[in-house]
């Protein structure tokens, strides 16, 4: 059963930093290229960032671009979302998703709220 489960989701203030987490289970993680997406209320989801099934290529929005770094674990089948310099704006749910490079994405966790307080 594929599983991508998300954490470290908060409340912070803004000029803060939060890493997210996506642990990843039921399928060849390192075979696959991941994402960081995230929805604000009563937008449509966005892109966030990706990486590459090695890691070597990294691709970000340019909304979080020089602040939001995305990595990965192969090891350890998690990838992570080191976000720092939140704004208000960056209030999102955020999703981690399994794919092809820059998509289609075949897997999609559940979400974990990012709330950043101005």
């Known amino acids: 059963q594929v599983q991508l489960v998300e954490s470290g989701g908060g409340l912070v203030q803004t000029g803060g930093s939060l890493r997210l987490s996506c642990a990843a289970s039921?399928?060849?993680?390192?075979?696959?290229?991941m994402g960081w997406f995230r929805q604000a209320p009563g937008k449509e989801r966005e892109f966030v960032a990706a990486?590459?099934?090695?890691?070597?290529?990294?691709y970000y929005a340019d909304s979080v671009k020089g602040r939001f770094t995305i990595s990965r674990d192969n090891a350890k089948n998690t990838v992570y979302l080191q976000m720092n310099s939140l704004k208000p704006e960056d209030t999102a749910v955020y999703y981690c998703?399994?794919?092809?490079?820059?998509?289609?994405?075949?897997?999609w966790g559940q979400g974990t709220q990012v709330t950043v307080s101005s």
């Open positions: 990486i590459s099934w090695r890691g070597g290529n990294t």
């Open positions: 998703a399994a794919g092809d490079w820059l998509g289609p994405y075949d897997y």
């Open positions: 039921g399928f060849t993680f390192s075979r696959y290229a």
